[in-house]
């Protein structure tokens, strides 16, 4: 089974800054079967990037993914007031499902 | 619109069982594969299983955790999916989501997901 590492675990920001948070796999993952996502208190995730760099419909252009292998990237140009939630790293290649990262909690500096 | 709305769940006691329901509405059910997936409180998001499409033998997958214990089906003339957990620990105690998956046999990251039930598993 491929583990999902993510770091940091807690990432504190001011609005305005730029937020990379990394997502490192155990073994290599393919590209096209990667994705993030944003979930904030009491709601369900919210799909960002698929495919390791393109982002999902409604996803702003301040966020971008990048990677390959075992090394994934988000990053977030400028943070907004509501960037500010817990982000999971996903991968869907291996079989039989999907692995999720344990999070990265962003947080307002 | 998309829309997904879990059901059933609640307190049960260690050992029992519960049913839990995912209706969908605003696209053809029978077109997709669905998932279930679930979050312990204050912790991650784990991967339960997924149930095919009919035209890809409606076969179903699970994870290793819930493998032997849970089930999933699927009605699709109601746009119903269906997660059967049998003999409950209290490690399953977590919000179940359902989720849209891909109409082929393509592997997709989830877009859509209901706003989840909350099962507690306590005695």
């Known amino acids: 089974e491929i583990v999902l590492t993510q770091s940091p675990g807690t990432l504190s920001l001011s609005p305005g800054e730029r937020a990379t948070l990394s997502c490192r796999a155990s073994?290599?993952?393919?590209?096209?079967?990667f994705a993030w996502y944003q979930q904030k208190p009491g709601q369900a995730p919210r799909l960002l990037i698929y495919?390791?760099?393109s982002r999902a419909t409604g996803t702003p252009d301040r966020f971008s993914g990048s990677g390959s292998g075992t090394d994934f990237t988000l990053t977030i140009s400028r943070l907004e007031p509501e960037d500010f939630a817990v982000y999971y790293c996903q991968q869907y290649g291996s079989s039989p499902g999907y692995t999720f990262g344990q999070g990265t909690k962003l947080e307002i500096k | 619109e998309v829309q997904l709305v879990e059901s059933g769940g609640g307190w049960v006691q260690p050992g029992r069982s519960l049913r839990l329901s995912c209706t969908a509405s605003g696209f053809t059910f029978g077109d997709y594969a669905m998932s279930w997936f679930r979050q312990a409180p204050g912790k991650g998001l784990e991967w339960v299983g997924f149930?095919?499409?009919?035209?890809?033998?409606?076969?179903?997958e699970y994870a290793a955790s819930v493998k032997g214990r849970f089930t999933i089906s699927r009605d699709d003339s109601r746009s119903i999916a269906y997660l059967q957990m049998n003999s409950l620990k209290t490690e399953d105690t977590a919000v179940y989501y359902c989720?849209?998956?891909?109409?082929?046999?393509?592997?997709?990251?989830?877009?859509?997901w209901g706003q989840g039930t909350l099962v507690t598993v306590s005695s």
């Open positions: 989720t849209r998956d891909g109409s082929t046999m393509v592997r997709v990251a989830p877009v859509w």
């Open positions: 149930i095919r499409r009919k035209p890809y033998g409606g076969t179903t």
């Open positions: 073994q290599s993952v393919s590209s096209t079967y």
């Open positions: 495919g390791a760099s």
